[in-house]
Structure formats: structure tokens, C-alpha cells
């Protein structure tokens, strides 16, 4: 559990009496590979912080054709933000990769946290507004760059993740 407390006190510092109330808020679970955490059309309950392994955030389109939004490895967050924030059914799937050790932290708990440690609220919020930068500038590529010239910057853009999908011949789904 030390990586997700890892990862929040890279921009909010917390207490000791913090992190464990933070510790008794998340749950830790382990799936296998091809896992489905959430499906379309469910409401998303939790933030996804990834200990280990490998998840991707996707939808299938009409004609049954998955676009893929989002991976997420080892330290990062992942979700249906949409659903997790309207508490409306979303239009993701979120899938295991790689056999993985996910923290879950319900949309319940991350309210009460907010109200326990306010910097929480900050802390997601950069998260945010991060996710809303890179979804943007994914977006202006998607309209302004070849398939090639895209799959170029994400390979640049995420190295370790190119790696652990060559290594586990798991290229070919992000192609």
C-alpha cells in the first residue's frame, strides 16, 4: 500500500495519522488477466489505483469496434470519470491486461476523505486536471496526425508501457 501513499505525497503531504485514515478508506484486490472491472452501461463505484499490472479503459462502438481511451500500469489512476462523477451508468469498459493488484477507492470514501483531509481535494484535482490536458492534446493529435505519426508519440510518450506490452506480446491489442 506504501505506493499509492507514494504517489499522493508527490503533491500533497499528509500526517501519519493521514495516511492511515487513507489506509482504512482503500481495499486491495488482485484479477487476472482479461478481467473485466467495469462494463459499459454499469456505474463506476471506484478510483483505480494500479499497484501492479497492467488496465485499459475502453468502448466498442456500433459496429462492435473497441477504441481504447486509456492504459494504466504500475502507480497510476484509472476509471470511467463520467460515471464515477455523475453516478450515471458510462460508456467504459475497464479491463486487466496483465494479472494485476488494484486499490479501490469508493466514490463513498473518497467524499469522506475530502471532508477528513481537505488536501485530498486538491490532490485529486491535479490528477484532473492532468487527465483533462492529456485527453486534450490526445484529442488534437487524433484530428491533426497519421496512425503512424501518433503510435510514434505514444511509444515516445510511454516507453515503460511499450516495454511491458512488447515483453508480454501484447503489442498487437495497441495497434
Avoid at 17 to 38: D, F, G, H, P, V
Avoid at 108 to 127: G, V
Amino acid at each position: 500500500m506504501a505506493l499509492i501513499l507514494d504517489n499522493i505525497s508527490k503533491i500533497v503531504s499528509l500526517s501519519d495519522k493521514e495516511n492511515a485514515l487513507i489506509l482504512s478508506k482503500i481495499e486491495a484486490r488482485e484479477y487476472k488477466s482479461k478481467t473485466i472491472l467495469l462494463q459499459a452501461g454499469e456505474i463506476c463505484k471506484h478510483s483505480c489505483f494500479v499497484n501492479s499490472g497492467i488496465l485499459r479503459s475502453f468502448n466498442i462502438n456500433d459496429n462492435i469496434v473497441e477504441h481504447v481511451l486509456h492504459f494504466a500500469c504500475e502507480g497510476w489512476w484509472i476509471g470511467d470519470m463520467f460515471s464515477l462523477l455523475s453516478q450515471k451508468p458510462g460508456d467504459l469498459f475497464i479491463e486487466v491486461l496483465e494479472d494485476a493488484e488494484v486499490v479501490l477507492l469508493s466514490k463513498e470514501n473518497q467524499d469522506d476523505l475530502y471532508h477528513q483531509i481537505p488536501k485530498l481535494e486538491r490532490f485529486f484535482r491535479i490528477l484532473t486536471e492532468n487527465s483533462l490536458v492529456a485527453h486534450q492534446e490526445r484529442l488534437m493529435d487524433n484530428l491533426s496526425l497519421s496512425a503512424e505519426e501518433r503510435f510514434e508519440k505514444f511509444c515516445l510518450k510511454y516507453p515503460t508501457l511499450i516495454q511491458k506490452y512488447h515483453k508480454n506480446k501484447l503489442l498487437p491489442t495497441l495497434v
